[in-house]
């Protein structure tokens, strides 16, 4: 079937969407809804059997819904309405919410329904629910509408109220004035909603010394207490502010936005208040102590069965230099214990985006700052790379683009959750790409595979790519059921007789690459590229980071994702 995805950006929902309905065998296109005439004519030229939106902020004209068939993705139960929807959810501290599918009509969100679906409300922030949970379930409900629509014969269902399971409702837009903050009042518990509700956008307008910004990234702290609304103390670039029973972590800062001005972009919090931190103290934790703790840090690491667990999560996936650098100090450290296994990824979400492109842009010179951060990312590489004597497994809970592959493909095998998406290219950003990709994804896929992958700028879905050869497992289920079984295989396999020789052969084949071309060759190779990206006066690269971080929008949908006209 001829599918076209419109959606007013290319985001994680949409691409799982695509990448779930491309294995499956359906011919797909993706059209930005920009603006109205490119829409309609978009709409003409791929001619499509059925047009699904997973994510809208605009109306699509009522000319395309009333001649083809259009099924919105909703992210709310039956009956739910409005443009806020997982805002009220996580606000009001609902315990399920759902995902329905319905047929565009005039009135929004009240069209007729094709399918809907429940999930668990997990405590985290807005978009971690909607990589997670959100997404699950809406996959589930496209599938079920694409099925549906396919037979011919299924009839959707009118919105009813007077259904019992029908327990929806039209709900306003969430706006600023909901989301203030008394700090002087409002429990841990509250504000932690609060801010929760406002991830990633539009985060919570407060103040802080004087000057207005957009709050981001709340996550409580179980030890230090302050007078409530006082910055007590910074970690990682994040800072912790007291409340009147306890005191949160808040890890970004976004300025207002200045008429005429660019769209400003999220910042690590302590660093936008610098000037302002001169006497707040700086508090460490150490990976081991983060993980016995209801605390905020970056990076934490428990042992369990004889495996190390070396967890990382990193805003948005993406991985500054500084970052970079923890994570190569943590993972040294977890080496130099005594397992003989050592599991690396978030619990639940991204496992790496590759650079950080917000904190290059806002870097006194970003070509440097590319460098230091491209140098960090491959000097993390290769220790896992040349490591020998630890069996390393990259855990995929959630989703992996660019560098954040590479960095995924430096481990012994790669497990991933069924519901990951891998985007292993970097021509988007206009970078050739290092992170020692041109050695280690033509030895999983072969060099042609290889080109094609870093060259087609499209998603790929976890079993499309265990087909590739590209990942080694693919492990169905919600985040909790995935890290239960990786805790589970990971120990079976330290207690394999085995495991001994696979590290020996490890060991051997290392040696046998080297041999053949050292890694260092790659390395040097690739940043021959990089540094041209980097530093070149026609290079791409400055100009499409500086839109991407900025949002700024495409004139039309990128032809990559157009799809093919029918013959």
């Given at each position: 079937m001829r599918i076209l995805l419109i959606t007013s950006a290319f985001n994680s929902l949409s691409q799982r969407i695509h990448a779930e309905l491309r294995a499956r065998g359906h011919h797909l296109g993706v059209e930005l809804a920009l603006d109205d005439d490119q829409l309609r004519a978009g709409v003409?030229?791929?001619?499509?059997?059925?047009?699904i939106a997973p994510m809208l902020t605009t109306a699509i004209p009522s000319d395309i819904w009333t001649t083809h068939p259009v099924l919105i993705v909703h992210p709310g139960p039956k009956g739910d309405r409005g443009p806020s929807s997982l805002d009220w959810a996580i606000s009001t501290g609902a315990r399920e919410w759902g995902v329905t599918v319905l047929q565009a009509e005039a009135e929004m969100d009240a069209g007729p329904i094709w399918a809907s679906v429940p999930f668990p409300v997990t405590a985290c922030g807005k978009s971690e629910l909607y990589r997670n949970e959100v997404s699950d379930a809406a996959v589930?409900?496209?599938?079920?509408?694409?099925?549906?629509?396919?037979?011919?014969?299924?009839?959707?269902?009118s919105l009813d109220y007077t259904r019992p399971d029908v327990r929806g409702c039209l709900r306003p837009y969430y706006s600023q004035d909901r989301r203030r903050?008394?700090?002087?009042?409002?429990?841990?518990?509250?504000?932690?909603?609060?801010?929760?509700?406002?991830?990633?956008?539009?985060?919570?307008?407060?103040?802080?010394?004087?000057?207005?910004?957009?709050?981001?990234?709340?996550?409580?702290?179980?030890?230090?207490?302050?007078?409530?609304?006082?910055?007590?103390?910074?970690?990682?670039?994040?800072?912790?502010?007291?409340?009147?029973?306890?005191?949160?972590?808040?890890?970004?800062?976004?300025?207002?936005?200045?008429?005429?001005?660019?769209?400003?972009?999220?910042?690590?919090?302590?660093?936008?208040?610098?000037?302002?931190?001169?006497?707040?103290?700086?508090?460490?934790?150490?990976?081991?102590?983060a993980a016995s703790r209801d605390t905020w840090s970056q990076v934490r690491y428990r042992e369990r069965d004889g495996v190390g667990f070396l967890e990382f999560s990193f805003a948005g996936g993406a991985m500054s230099t500084q970052q970079c650098e923890q994570l190569l100090a943590a993972y040294?450290?977890?080496?130099?214990?005594?397992?003989?296994?050592?599991?690396?990824?978030?619990?639940?979400?991204?496992?790496?985006?590759?650079?950080?492109?917000?904190?290059?842009?806002?870097?006194?010179?970003?070509?440097?700052?590319?460098?230091?951060?491209?140098?960090?990312?491959?000097?993390?590489?290769?220790?896992?790379?040349?490591?020998?004597?630890t069996f390393v497994i990259a855990a995929l809970a959630g989703n992996a683009a660019a560098g954040g592959v590479m960095l995924a493909l430096a481990a012994d095998e790669v497990w991933c959750r069924e519901a990951s998406v891998l985007n292993p290219h970097?021509?988007?950003?206009?970078?050739?790409?290092?992170?020692?990709?041109?050695?280690?994804?033509?030895r999983r896929v072969g060099a042609a595979t290889a080109t094609r992958l870093t060259s087609e700028p499209l998603p790929l879905g976890a079993r499309s790519a265990a087909a590739l050869g590209l990942i080694d497992r693919v492990i169905a289920g919600d985040p909790e059921g995935f890290?239960?079984?990786?805790?589970?295989?990971?120990?079976?396999?330290?207690?394999?007789?085995?495991?001994?020789?696979?590290?020996?052969?490890?060991?051997?084949?290392?040696?046998?690459?080297?041999?053949?071309?050292?890694?260092a060759t790659y390395r040097a190779e690739e940043m021959a590229h990089m540094l041209e990206n980097f530093f070149a006066d026609n290079s791409e690269y400055h100009g499409l980071r500086t839109a991407f971080v900025h949002r700024e929008r495409p004139n039309a949908t990128p032809p990559h994702l157009l799809g093919d006209p029918p013959h």
């Open positions: 003409t030229r791929f001619a499509p059997d059925l047009i589930e409900a496209v599938l079920l509408s694409v099925e549906r629509f396919a037979s011919g014969t299924y009839e959707p269902e903050i008394d700090w002087s009042a409002d429990t841990t518990a509250d504000i932690l909603r609060t801010l929760r509700a406002a991830d990633s956008q539009p985060g919570v307008l407060d103040e802080l010394f004087g000057t207005q910004y957009f709050l981001h990234g709340g996550h409580n702290e179980d030890q230090l207490r302050g007078d409530p609304g006082a910055v007590i103390a910074t970690r990682e670039g994040a800072i912790c502010r007291a409340t009147v029973d306890g005191a949160v972590w808040l890890t970004h800062l976004r300025a207002r936005r200045t008429a005429g001005g660019p769209r400003p972009f999220k910042q690590a919090a302590a660093e936008v208040l610098r000037d302002n931190m001169i006497d707040v103290p700086e508090v460490p934790i150490t990976p081991s102590a040294r450290d977890a080496c130099a214990r005594s397992v003989s296994v050592l599991v690396l990824g978030s619990p639940r979400d991204f496992f790496s985006n590759g650079i950080h492109l917000d904190v290059i842009e806002s870097a006194p010179d970003p070509a440097l700052e590319s460098l230091r951060n491209i140098s960090a990312m491959n000097n993390l590489v290769e220790a896992i790379l040349t490591t020998t004597d970097y021509e988007l950003m206009g970078l050739y790409g290092s992170e020692y990709w041109t050695y280690s994804l033509p890290r239960a079984r990786v805790c589970r295989d990971a120990g079976l396999l330290a207690r394999d007789p085995d495991l001994t020789t696979r590290l020996v052969e490890k060991k051997r084949r290392l040696a046998a690459d080297e041999a053949v071309k050292p890694l």
